[in-house]
């Protein structure tokens, strides 16, 4: 959306006003690319990380490592045109990045080179996981058509065997999540789900879902506890589901999350019980070991594709979009209520519109912090926000009408070009 410099210079004052004092719980740290960021991993403690990315003729093939917490990002030349979908290391040395057209590089030096190790595949490679940081791995990638794509290595990831699926596989792999050499799951299209107790044979779970799922993931020493993220297509909402014994049951839980379309990416904490989802328009939701997320406000509305908190719940870095990466040494925060099916807690706070019709976006005046979610005239939520005590801007990218909900209010307006 182009917009003219002078007749918005209020609008984005108030959305600087409002990003300045509700959302400093997360900072934006400075990459220096612009490419779209997928992968992140901080294998041994929040100080060294390394991010991975990439797409068509931008930075194709981006590695990036920090060694000061996310203070300075120093690019590491991969050597790779194709864009990379995913990054685990093992420890500080030691790690593998995986993308696209079945790449997969290796490097035992921190990232300062890189090998191309040769794999039985060439479709997209989506996730790459050593579960006990030793010689067992495992890739998982998404076929061009419906199928079944998971890789496995024994000597540390310089050989890959292709595992088989027994049934003929209606839908696609996408990605995986393992919790020991042995457990494990794959997720994917069409609420496909398949889960493998020896690491190698796979059998069929229910993921309540035949929306298209995209990342799973265990808690790290736990093989009962898992999450799975995704979207459904119709409606077009974002799907979070749990299995609090991923080991034994077959059936995942449905959980309440923020407003989303689609996630794309999640994260649990080593130590504590927390668990964070990210994925479109900027939502960040985090939950405190159970099957309700609550908002983590991040102030964007970008989207976001990765999350990791490699200790506790505490420091966490989020990327995404355009070279995004975010930080946060407060676990995020969240906002009260804003979760499906959930009134906000602070509702005695009044909301009032403005203006109505309103350009570009709802101007609101709050008398206090209170949660706010914005939805369609189709009854579809588009955005879950915080607003501050004063005026607030919440940008809408297309004319038409739309109704604002804080609580038991609800007010519709009607935002023009």
């Not at 108030?14 to 990459?31: D, E, K, M």
């Amino acid at each position: 959306m182009n917009v003219g410099r002078r007749r918005n210079a209020a609008v984005l004052g108030s959305l600087s006003l409002l990003c300045s004092l509700v959302f400093a719980t997360w900072t934006p740290q400075t990459s220096g690319v612009t490419a779209d960021l997928h992968g992140v991993c901080f294998p041994e403690s929040t100080e060294v990380g390394y991010v991975a990315g990439g797409n068509a003729q931008i930075n194709n093939g981006v590695v990036l490592k920090t060694t000061d917490g996310g203070g300075t990002w120093v690019t590491k030349t991969s050597g790779s045109l194709n864009g990379l979908n995913a990054v685990y290391f093992k420890d500080n040395s030691t790690g593998f990045a995986v993308g696209l057209g079945g790449l997969v590089l290796k490097t035992t030096s921190g990232g300062d080179t890189w090998t191309t190790v040769s794999v039985p595949t060439s479709v997209a490679l989506n996730s790459v996981q050593f579960p006990e940081n030793g010689d067992v791995g495992f890739i998982v990638g998404k076929p061009e058509g419906d199928g079944f794509r998971v890789l496995k290595t024994t000597d540390g990831g310089d050989n890959w065997t292709a595992l088989t699926f027994p049934y003929p596989a209606a839908n696609a792999t996408v990605a995986g999540g393992f919790a020991t050499n042995d457990i494990g799951v794959a997720v994917g299209t069409r609420g496909m789900g398949v889960r493998t107790l020896d690491g190698t044979n796979f059998e069929y779970i229910g993921l309540n879902t035949i929306g298209d799922m995209y990342a799973v993931a265990f808690k790290p020493g736990d093989k009962t506890k898992a999450y799975a993220v995704g979207t459904e297509s119709f409606p077009s909402v974002g799907v979070v589901r749990y299995s609090p014994a991923a080991d034994t049951a077959t059936v995942w839980q449905d959980c309440g999350a923020p407003s989303a379309t689609v996630y794309l990416g999640l994260s649990l904490c080593r130590r504590g019980n927390a668990a964070y989802i990210v994925g479109m328009g900027g939502v960040i939701g985090k939950t405190t070991g159970g099957t309700v997320f609550l908002l983590s406000p991040s102030g964007l509305l970008s989207t976001f594709y990765g999350v990791c908190f490699p200790t506790g719940e505490s420091t966490g870095y989020v990327v995404g979009e355009g070279g995004l990466i975010l930080k946060t040494t407060d676990g995020g925060g969240t906002v009260p209520g804003v979760a499906e099916g959930k009134v906000p807690a602070t509702s005695r706070a009044g909301i009032r519109v403005v203006s109505n019709p309103s350009r570009l976006g709802i101007a609101l005046r709050s008398d206090a912090y209170v949660p706010v979610t914005v939805f369609d005239a189709s009854g579809r939520a588009l955005m879950s926000r915080a607003a501050t005590k004063g005026l607030n801007f919440l940008p809408v990218r297309k004319a038409g009408a739309y109704f604002v909900k804080a609580g038991a209010q609800v007010a519709r307006v009607v935002v023009t070009d």
